[in-house]
């Protein structure tokens, strides 16, 4: 429950972003907090060893959200799904703290290995990224990219092959 908060707090920030604050009732009703919440509840049973029962959000979000995110994938609070239709990862990625994905995003297993995601990453629409890739601390993936190679910290990934845009000074 805590990180399901953290979730919403997280997407509170982002909804607010440049105008007056937003209300939590106005996140919980928002599209993806249902998509987060099926997340965190079968990340809860497969922690608890019940991955089998872990199935059922897994399958019910998929259904209603269209967002498939396996029962093994870790992310850290502050995870915010803003809108989850298309969403795929694969369960073995993990991810850390405020880690934001728009539609249609794509995290993958590429000949056995898996993207991580550092902290504070956020992902634009169409993004895949794919394989043993690592996507730095305060990362930006750019909508449609596609990240075959490491995102240093602070950079924006952008295009197909995606290439690495430095932060602004």
């Known amino acids: 429950m ?4 953290s979730d919403l ?4 920030v982002l909804y607010g972003e440049g105008g007056p604050p937003v209300s939590l009732i106005k996140v919980v009703l928002a599209d993806g907090t249902l998509a987060n919440a099926l997340y965190r509840l079968q990340a809860w049973l497969a922690r608890l060893g019940l991955a089998p029962l872990a199935l059922i959000p897994h399958v019910v979000n998929k259904w209603l959200n269209g967002c498939v995110i396996g029962v093994k994938a870790q992310f850290g609070p502050g995870f915010v799904l ?3 239709v298309g969403v795929v990862i694969n369960s ?10 728009e539609s249609s995003v794509v995290i993958g297993e590429n000949r056995g290995g898996f993207p991580r995601l550092g902290d504070d990453i956020f992902v634009g629409s169409g993004a895949k990224i ?10 930006r993936v750019g909508a449609n990219a596609v990240v075959l190679h490491d995102v240093p910290a602070g950079h924006t990934a952008l295009g197909i092959p995606a290439r690495m845009r430095a932060p602004r000074a």
């Not at 805590?2 to 908060?5: G, V, Y």
């Not at 707090?9 to 509170?12: D, E, I, P």
């Not at 073995?92 to 994905?101: I, M, Q």
């Not at 794919?130 to 990362?139: K, L, N």
């Open 9 to 12: 707090r997280a997407k509170q």
């Open 2 to 5: 805590k990180l399901l908060l």
């Open 92 to 101: 073995s990625v993990r991810g850390g703290r405020n880690v934001w994905l």
């Open 130 to 139: 794919i394989g043993a890739v690592t996507v730095g601390d305060r990362a």
């Open 82 to 84: 803003i809108h989850p």
